[in-house]
């Protein structure tokens, strides 16, 4: 399934559904859905992966019903009721619409992705007219970017046996915590990397501890920090580690260690902290 | 609960290196068919120039050689609301020891993705590194592969 492909000229309102006359913030379609930014007094194309406000989350929501090619532009907008989107836009009978990622665009629930904020836009009816009474749930299931910190954890190029160390992590607010390495060129013959995951309560690290196996997940069968580690023979690879979301402690740290080496040798690694408590999650640079 | 270590793959996209001029350097292709996300993040070490700049490119590739067309914006996800998809994932000399993510939302039968990362005025050293993470498999859990 796909959007509603919406043709403006076989649109009609519902004169007796609730509508509005407002201003835009930026160009967009009848036919779109549209939420109101009380911030900016106008109106704009809502979205399921943006904002929870552009999700329609305490605020309004509704049906753009006039184009508007320019911000504060002046549009009809409806609110709630059957509204006719006529033959070309395949209006499903008993199908619920939801809000879609691309922004203003209505989609069937089957198209629902896991990035998706939870915004039901109404249900389709007979004569391709579409029974439009928004509600926005406020809820972003697992959407990677709006509830995911990512954090820089180290990246460079070692020529000795100087461990990569991250900086302390802080998982507070956060269910999902996820190691991901990276290898580039390893030089040296014989190296090895041994991967080691702390943990404590306190923020200095002061009662830093290594965290026991069975709170740590592994990318494979094995043990967790030996399925994660690699050696002179893996170039250009990946690895990844998990820390569980029941596992204790609030703070974090990952130090890769090499052993043997005499050459250069690239490695990056970043920590994504998921499934956050608070939407969306605001990621800083590092 | 939701395990980032077993739901998610991990892919090389661009193997951690240092540049040291201003040739663009182009991803590995990710294949996102049966996944429901693809997030590509960008880590950045030491950015030794001081005027340098990276831009961030994200494209689709068309079936039967149709070529490479660029991901319109509409298809991104900007980690920073308000800021253009690539430019929010795009960096500086500035932006040393730095992560950055963008994530792209299913193009209509093009589900093979690459990023470019283009710098400009670099003349130092420059470490980077970019993996894509497939998330939400079709089927079950993941089984990571080396590469």
Redesign the interface.
Known sequence: MAALNITIAEMRRDDDGPHELGRTFEALNAGQAVYYDADRRAWGKASAVSTLLASGVDTKLGLALSSALQANASIEIQREGNVVLGASANVGVGTIYILGAVAGSIYPTSDVKITHGRTILGVGAPAGVLRFSPYASGIFPASVLNDSLYKWCFAGQVTDNTPFVSPILDRLGYEEVTFFLMTGTIADADVTFTVLLEHGDAANFSDAAAVPDGEMVSQASGAPETDAAFNFGDDNEVRKLGYKSTAPKRYLRLTVTPAANAAAADVACFCVLGAAASVPVTQPAA | ??????T?L???GI????ITNNTPVVSTVVDSAAW??V?A?I????IADSDATFTVLLEAQQDGGGGIIPIPD??L?????GVAPEVAASFTFA?D???R???I??V?GLPEYQLTITPANNIGNA???M?W?L??PMHGSVT????
């Open positions: 609960m939701r395990d980032g270590c077993k998610v991990e892919q090389a193997t951690p290196r240092i429901e996300w997030v993040v880590v950045t070490g030491a509409a298809n996800v900007s980690q920073t609301d932006s020891n730095n992560v993510k963008i994530e939302l299913p209509t470490f980077i590194a993996m993470l998330g939400a990571q592969l080396p590469a």
